[in-house]
């Protein structure tokens, strides 16, 4: 029987029938931050990242599964810890051997050390790459090349394998300094000498099409798995497509559902009609666009969900439940706006009144939408208040305790629905913006940052405009759509990857 402490680490770190490369570097460079954003994997108890050194002392697997099966697998290591003295020791085993020392010489260092108390990170991220791993070594460009990383990059040459080095900047990428740009010239030159092929990915930036070129690249340095990888890249690419295909039926649905939404209240007005008839509307408005933040925020937390950020939340939206008084500066700021809107709202809050244009004969109708900066919960605060467009009210006879019902439909205005779905849009760039190794505190911001207040509807071409109006239309009057619903599916499609497009250049 083996008892519990006897037990050792896997002798196979390599998979039989997926390409595997273990992930080196010094500790804290970013190996675990790479691994998290290209893996999806937003789990700490799963791919820990943490600024405190050491955290990582043993190899894990990680693997990239598609369609059920394990497509790649890379390690995750501890970092270097001693590589002038390992790489000087292994000089010193390798100056036996006729060729110098090579992939027989790191062999026989973990052989050697791998049961000692010398030398024991070295050891453990050597091992996966002595049985065959390939290399994928992780540096923070903006960090000094000093002789530490010579010595790593030296050791890690020694290997036979294909070897991808990459530079994961730590600094944001708009505030890179002068330095920074130096010493990554720096750190390129060098590194072309030791591995096939230098690229650079950022952790906390990283998008779909970043990860797809990382793997692109393990095809170009692996040729024995081109063929693999090729099918890898097919398969990732198709589940990315399902996935909008996904989230535009689930933007749909949301829509539909908040169109179609009615709101119902009962009650008595024996006593003062007018006065129990305002209590009971204010009250079912209340209602009404509480229920919308929180389809909203249902959606959004599906939205997460479908693009794997199973610890991110959205942020409950925070309904705005004073008057609002929209001739008031103030009042656009909450929105996010910035001055040159804020005069556009100054202009908007004269057409509140009643002069609405059909959202099919203008950009104009729509320019409202972009006015509005906030999340549903800002936008919906619109059409609350005396002034601002009435919602479907219908009073039902007396009933048989006297009783009346008051029912609230969706706000005639064209545009409710537009800022309904612009706030959808603006909730799926943020997510795609976000990467599954910047852990943050979990939620979602609710508010939309100033400069992207601008609204992305407007923006549409006024083909898919005339489409989607005509749809919204049509859900808000409840008619069955049919053939519709899936023009309406697919425009939202395109527009989710246009927004994905705009975000890579
Ligand atoms: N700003 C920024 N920080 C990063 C990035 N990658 C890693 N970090 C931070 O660097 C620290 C170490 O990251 P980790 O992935 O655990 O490094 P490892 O020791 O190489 O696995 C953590 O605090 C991360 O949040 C990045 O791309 N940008
Ligand atoms: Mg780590």
Redesign the pocket.
């Known amino acids: 029987m083996t008892r519990l402490s006897e037990r050792r680490e896997p002798t196979r770190w390599v998979a039989e029938d997926a390409p595997t490369f273990a992930v080196v570097?010094k500790?804290?460079?970013?190996?675990?931050?790479v691994l998290a954003t290209l893996l999806e994997e937003d789990d700490d108890a799963v791919i820990?990242?943490?600024?405190e050194p050491g955290?990582?002392t043993r190899c894990q697997r990680l693997s990239l599964v598609l369609d059920g099966r394990e497509r790649l697998r890379f390690i995750d290591t501890p970092?270097f810890q001693q590589p002038i003295e390992a790489l000087r020791t292994i000089r010193a085993m390798g100056a036996d051997d006729a060729r110098g020392p090579g992939p027989d010489t790191l062999a026989r260092f973990v052989a050697r050390y791998g049961d000692s108390d010398e030398f024991v990170d070295e050891c453990r991220l050597l091992a996966p790459i002595v049985e065959g791993a390939g290399v994928v070594y992780?540096v923070d460009p903006g960090v000094r090349l000093h002789d530490a990383f010579l010595a790593e990059i030296e050791i890690l040459r020694l290997s036979a394998g294909p070897r991808l080095a990459i530079l994961?900047?730590?600094a944001e990428s708009d505030d890179a300094s002068r330095s920074t740009q130096t010493n990554e010239a720096l750190w390129r030159d060098e590194l072309g000498k030791a591995f096939n092929l230098v690229r650079t990915f950022?952790?906390?930036e990283a998008r779909f099409a970043a990860r797809r070129d990382l793997l692109a690249a393990l095809n170009q340095i692996d040729e024995r798995d081109r063929n693999h990888l090729d099918a890898t890249l097919a398969l990732l690419d198709t589940e990315w497509e399902e996935r909008r295909d996904e989230a535009a039926e689930r933007i749909l649905r949301f829509l539909g559902t908040v169109l179609r939404l009615r709101e119902h209240t009962n009650y008595v007005d024996d006593g003062a009609p007018e006065a129990a008839r305002k209590k009971a509307l204010t009250e079912a408005n209340r209602r009404y666009f509480e229920r919308i933040a929180e389809l909203e925020r249902e959606t959004t937390n599906d939205l997460l969900a479908l693009y794997r950020h199973r610890h991110t939340r959205a942020e409950a939206a925070e309904l705005m439940t004073d008057e609002l008084d929209l001739s008031h500066d103030e009042t656009w700021r909450r929105f996010g706006l910035n001055r040159r809107q804020l005069t556009f709202a100054g202009a908007a809050t004269g057409a509140a009144g009643g002069t609405w244009l059909d959202v099919a004969t203008a950009g104009h109708t729509l320019g409202l939408a972009t006015l509005i900066g906030g999340g549903v919960g800002g936008a919906l605060a619109w059409f609350k208040g005396d002034a601002l467009p009435t919602l479907n009210l219908s009073v039902g006879r007396p009933g048989a305790f006297g009783g009346r019902q008051l029912s609230l439909g969706p706000p005639k205005n064209p545009n409710f629905a537009w800022i309904l779905f612009d706030v959808m849009l603006v909730r799926y760039r943020a997510i795609m913006a976000r990467t599954h190794?910047a852990r943050g505190d979990g939620r979602l911001a609710h508010q939309r940052s100033a400069d992207e207040a601008e609204s992305i509807v407007r923006q549409l071409e006024s083909s898919r405009q005339k489409l989607l109006a005509r749809w919204f239309r049509e859900a808000q009057r409840n008619t069955e759509q049919g053939e519709r619903d899936v023009q309406a599916r697919k425009a939202i499609e395109a527009t989710l990857a246009e927004i994905e497009q705009a975000m890579q250049s």
Do not use: L
Not at 27 to 33: F, I, L, P, Q, Y
Not at 48 to 51: K, L, V
């Open positions: 570097g500790v804290n460079m970013g190996k675990s931050a820990r990242i943490s600024a955290e990582t970092g992780v994961n900047p730590h950022n952790a906390f190794a």
